[in-house]
């Protein structure tokens, strides 16, 4: 009797918690969003499977995730016992570019350790909800497991190319050119901050807080640094120091005041005589 030959792997399909196909959707996508702007995460529940990339193959464990930006995970190999969940998560949501993911063809996680430990437990609770559950505006479940993915996402990028900013530290250093740009806006506003830049309000807080501060006082320090060196300036004397304050955004005078003194120990009308002298006293030392 001829040996039989053996079994080839193939291609998973999409399956749903209740065998219907599709993704679970974390969250929608703002009103306005462009709805291909997601990445898309495979949950290893069982069975036989692997991942091809680069020529080398990775045998995945339940509970592995393969996050990519097409519905399909690139190089994934599967026996028919294999059972996945897919999820779909907006970008707005994570704070992550579509083209970061993209160019790597796509990232593994571990199910076991790390980040992807925590990722892969909230994935399985947030699947085993009823979908009424899943999709009520404001789930807190659903918010948690995206604030994970996006930290999860963020560091397999900076292990795949450390030179590469992470996704947060790039978007960071971009809402910083933005604020920096509209400084001069009243209207400058944590709203306004994340519409620029196609993420949540929520989000936008988080980058900051992990930086160590918050985006009113960085938006309050980089007016407040613009109003002093103009203040320093000799042609200033032709503009009142409430129209320095109005100039850079502030639309209370009493408020910057308050501010200023707070920053530099002396009030807006005091600095121009202080900074001369301490000047003086430095080029005589």
Known sequence: MPEAAPHQPHQVALTAP?????????????????PEDCLYVALHLQG?????????????????????????????????????VHFRVPCFHLGV????????????????EGIGSLASQFLRTLAAQPPIHRTRPGNHLARS?????????????????????????GILARIRDHI???????????????RSQHISVRYLHKLFQQDGTTVGQWV?????????RDLERPTRRQSSVAAVAH???FVSHSHFSRAFREAYGVSPREWPTYAAHADARQRAS
């Open 18 to 34: 209740d065998g219907g196909a599709g993704c679970i959707d974390v969250l929608a996508p703002p009103p306005g969003a462009d």
């Open 48 to 84: 036989a499977a692997s991942v091809c990339r680069d020529g080398a193959g990775t045998v995945l464990e339940p509970g592995d995730l393969l996050i990519g930006t097409t519905p399909h995970p690139a190089g994934l190999l599967a026996d028919a016992g294999c059972r996945m």
């Open 97 to 112: 570019r579509h083209g970061d993911v993209r160019r790597t063809g796509g990232l593994l996680a571990r199910g076991d």
């Open 145 to 169: 497991v995206s604030d994970i993915v996006a930290v999860l996402v963020s560091e397999l990028l900076e292990r795949v190319d450390p030179e590469h900013p992470t996704a947060a530290a």
């Open 180 to 194: 920096e740009e509209n400084l001069a806006d009243p209207e400058l506003s944590p709203a306004s901050i994340a």
């Open 220 to 228: 309050r320090g980089r007016r407040l640094e613009a109003c002093r």
């Open 247 to 249: 100039r850079w955004g």
